[in-house]
């Protein structure tokens, strides 16, 4: 009767350690820094990308193009948190912006509408 307490302890230590390691096996899905420069205009500048978008975006068939990328490859200057984000009507540039996601800034980079062409 007194291997009994330890028989409980050493279950529950073994169920806790194998919680643990399935945890830690878990590998956490990093997020796109070009999808966070996207998101980011997306969340900030919704007035100006109505502005680009003056036709009935939700009636047409034309097709929407977001792209991010960065200026230049990081080296004497960081960029790894650069990007020029650009939105596209039917291929044409409808408004573009440079963001830096670590500042969490986005500028209007190119103010050209889509009926501007």
């Known amino acids: 009767m007194r291997t009994f307490p330890?028989?409980?302890?050493?279950v529950l230590a073994f169920a806790l350690w194998c919680v643990a390691a399935d945890k830690a096996d878990e590998?956490?899905?990093?997020k796109s820094p070009h999808?966070?420069?996207?998101?980011l205009v997306m969340t900030t500048k919704q007035d100006e990308i109505q502005k680009a978008d003056a036709n009935d975006w939700w009636h047409d068939v034309k097709t929407r193009e977001w792209k991010a990328r960065r200026p230049f490859h990081p080296g004497v200057i960081d960029s790894t948190h650069m990007f020029e984000v650009t939105y596209r009507i039917d291929g044409q540039l409808a408004q573009s912006w440079m963001v830096d996601t670590r500042n969490k800034t986005v500028e209007v980079q190119k103010a050209k509408t889509a009926e501007g062409k």
């Open 35 to 39: 999808a966070e420069a996207i998101q």
């Open 6 to 10: 330890y028989a409980i302890a050493g």
């Open 27 to 30: 590998k956490k899905v990093e």
